[in-house]
């Protein structure tokens, strides 16, 4: 019988992109921070989209580097009710999972050290990333959160976000046009259509789209797409993390 692996004994692979096939001395990556607040759309980063998002990156030649804050998640919900948990979870800790280890704390991250930014969605992002999910409106932003998004901004360089994750650029940026989707339920189809009258009463201007589409501020360099905001095939929500995705590196100008 095999040995059991141990834990201790595994080289840690991270997500290398396709820098090393798409750089030349002439056309340099593209350096993109993808922002993570979890691991699980429940109480964290929505696993797909941040699966998409790193696929397109690494599609697209990107030098990838991958941050989560260094907080307890607000709660831990097992999955598979649906239910909250009474155990307690580490923000930067869960997010690894999705990094294969290869993370930095978000304190660490600096504008002036990449061209664009993407915070994928997931519960997380409203409840570890801000208070979004208890406070609504008059929610607040973490710290470092609002730092690089507003620094990004100064910089003026490409941002990105999906799903819910809008609602931190329409706390931080003022006037941002920004999506999450429709503003009817349509039947059900869209079941979190409410979000975009709290995106303008945080000071944002919400611009309905479907799942496979895209919003580009230009202006501000926000580039926002539903993903699960809606109900759609994963396919569509896919795609349209592709667009977003695309859109941000074209965007940084390399």
């Known amino acids: 019988m095999a040995a059991a692996l141990s834990v201790r004994g595994f080289r840690r692979l991270p997500l290398l992109g396709a820098r090393a096939l798409h750089t030349t001395p002439g056309n ?9 607040s979890g691991c699980g759309v429940y109480d964290g980063t929505e696993i797909h989209e941040a699966s998409a998002i790193l696929v397109h990156l690494s599609r697209a030649g990107a030098d990838v580097k991958l941050f989560a804050p260094d907080i307890p998640q607000m709660h831990v919900i097992d999955h598979s009710k649906g239910e909250a948990s009474q155990e307690s979870r580490n923000v930067l800790v869960e997010s690894a999972r999705i990094a294969r280890g290869d993370i930095t704390a978000l304190s660490q991250l600096k504008a002036q050290n990449h061209d664009a930014v993407i915070f994928p969605g997931g519960f997380g992002a409203a409840k570890n990333l801000s208070s979004f999910a208890v406070d609504g409106e008059s929610c607040s932003v973490l710290g470092d959160v609002q730092r690089v998004l507003q620094d990004f901004r100064q910089e003026k360089k490409p941002i990105g976000l ?11 940026i003022p006037g941002v046009e920004v999506t999450v989707g429709q503003e009817e339920e349509q039947g059900g189809k869209w079941p979190y259509a409410g979000t975009a009258k709290a995106i303008q009463a945080l000071g944002g201007k919400h611009r309905p789209k479907e799942v496979h589409e895209i919003h580009v501020d230009r202006t501000c360099r926000v580039v926002t797409t539903p993903a699960f905001m809606g109900h759609a095939p994963l396919h569509t929500i896919f795609d349209g993390i592709g667009a977003m995705v695309s ?6 100008e390399k």
């Open 247 to 252: 859109t941000v590196i074209k965007l940084t």
């Open 162 to 172: 999906c799903c819910i994750a809008p609602v931190l650029a329409a706390k931080v």
């Open 28 to 36: 340099p990556a593209p350096k993109v921070a993808v922002v993570l």
